[in-house]
């Protein structure tokens, strides 16, 4: 009977180690992500050096590269999913978890100007609104709704076409940016904006 229960002991101390020396997939990243640069607010409608965006109408999906999605999305980034918003955009994030997205408004408001003086904004549904600029362009930084656990940053890239960058929903595992949801969607806003720079 003794050696039964000692065969037991270590057959559960093995099954201990074992699981101890297991590990999920390792971070991407060797440290956590510099925040995105961002400058001063700048008129909405100042466009000194206009986006080009056939990378983005072509393939929204494909601009982030893996070390990008793990700074922004999640790190590591396995198991995250991009998901083609049809004819406008891209969302990146993992299943029942918060997601990023990247979008081409296509009916108005299409620009800063007309988001400024959309019923969304004049009802207070747009507060706090901080304008800023981020890669020499104006952007401004809101929650729709007063909703803090989403954020949102648009971007004026051509003289007549913003981008929106946000971050939906309320789980945001092995994200940098659970408690800086607006630094998220501004990182996701650069990281899209230097790779439509490259051309």
């Known amino acids: 009977m003794r050696g039964l229960v000692l065969a037991g002991v270590v057959a559960v101390a093995a099954s201990l180690v074992t699981g101890c020396g297991r590990s999920g997939p ?5 440290q956590p992500p510099a925040p995105a640069q961002t400058g001063a607010a700048m008129p ?6 206009p986006v080009d965006l ?17 700074a922004v999305v999640a790190d590591p980034p396995d198991g995250v999913f991009a ?4 004819a406008f955009g891209c ?18 408001p299409r620009t800063l100007a007309e988001l400024a003086v959309s019923n969304l904004k004049k009802s207070g549904d747009l507060e706090p609104w901080t304008e800023t600029s981020i ?7 809101y929650h729709e ?5 989403e954020c949102s940053v648009s971007v004026q890239v051509t003289a007549d076409q913003m981008l929106t960058f946000g971050l ?3 789980d945001l595992p092995d994200s940098y940016w659970d408690k800086d949801r607006c630094g998220g969607a501004a990182k996701l806003a650069e990281s899209v904006l230097g790779k439509l720079r490259q051309g």
Do not use: I, M, Y
Not at 44 to 49: E, P, T
Not at 97 to 106: E, N
Not at 135 to 141: E, I, Q, R, T
């Open 26 to 30: 390792e971070r991407v990243l060797s």
């Open 44 to 49: 909405l409608d100042r466009v000194d050096r």
């Open 54 to 70: 056939a990378k983005f109408d072509a393939d929204p999906c494909g601009l982030l590269t893996k070390d990008q999605v793990a």
């Open 83 to 86: 998901n083609r918003l049809t």
């Open 91 to 108: 969302s990146w994030g993992r299943p029942v978890a918060a997601h990023f997205t990247a979008v081409k408004p296509v009916q108005e």
């Open 135 to 141: 890669d020499g362009l104006p952007a401004v930084v």
């Open 145 to 149: 709704f007063g909703n803090l656990n």
């Open 168 to 170: 939906l929903g309320k």
